[in-house]
């Protein structure tokens, strides 16, 4: 009776993963590290909120994927060592990747590599008693890249992943973050 629970399970494992699950995929990812370093301040951003991305995708085939998302970093303080003083930056992108799958004999993992544009949005505030004054706020568009690895169980896929965005007025932007993928159509 084992044997046969054991085999009914592997069974159904490899159904679930015989392919890749082709189609249209949304799916959403927290940050399990920022960074938003250097630029114009010298020191880096201590980020106090969780960043996350929204995750809207297409993969016609099992080796190539188009995916666009949007990324929030949340609040970044700089501390200052005035009393109630503040420096506050505020960071969106919003990204196009095209994403290309490694070939691997293992059915349930897929390691990609992917590159494109990302479209930012900061805004850097400088808080005193009084009140708030605007400090700088930039948007650009530059090349972005990354790098991931994904589990999948038929249409969910669990994901780990690595992005750096070239912005400027920084030295150095970047994602690490865990999340999964549903495929619909």
């Not at 190539?64 to 200052?80: H, R």
């Not at 799958?101 to 590159?115: E, F, G, I, T």
Request: with cysteine; charged share 20%.
């Amino acid at each position: 009776m084992r044997r046969f629970i054991a085999f009914a399970g592997l069974a159904l494992l490899a159904t679930c993963a015989s392919a890749a699950d082709n189609g249209v995929y949304l799916g959403a990812a927290m940050g399990v590290d920022g960074t938003l370093k250097g630029g114009q301040f010298q020191t880096d951003l201590d980020l106090k909120h969780q960043p996350y991305k929204l995750i809207i995708g297409v993969r016609p085939i099992d080796l190539f994927a188009v995916e666009a998302s949007y990324v929030d970093f949340g609040k970044a303080t700089l501390p200052v060592p005035q009393i109630d003083t503040a420096l506050d930056a505020k960071a969106k992108l919003y990204d196009a990747f095209a994403i290309g799958y490694l070939p691997l004999p293992l059915p349930l993992l897929d390691l990609y590599a992917k590159a494109g544009l990302a479209h930012w949005d900061t805004d850097v505030r400088f808080t005193t008693f009084p009140g708030t004054q605007s400090l700088f706020s930039d948007s650009g568009t530059g090349f972005a890249y990354g790098a991931g690895a994904q589990v999948r169980l038929s249409s969910l896929a669990v994901r780990l992943e690595y992005e750096r965005f070239n912005v400027s007025n920084a030295d150095r932007v970047d994602l690490a973050s865990l999340g999964f993928t549903w495929t619909f159509l």
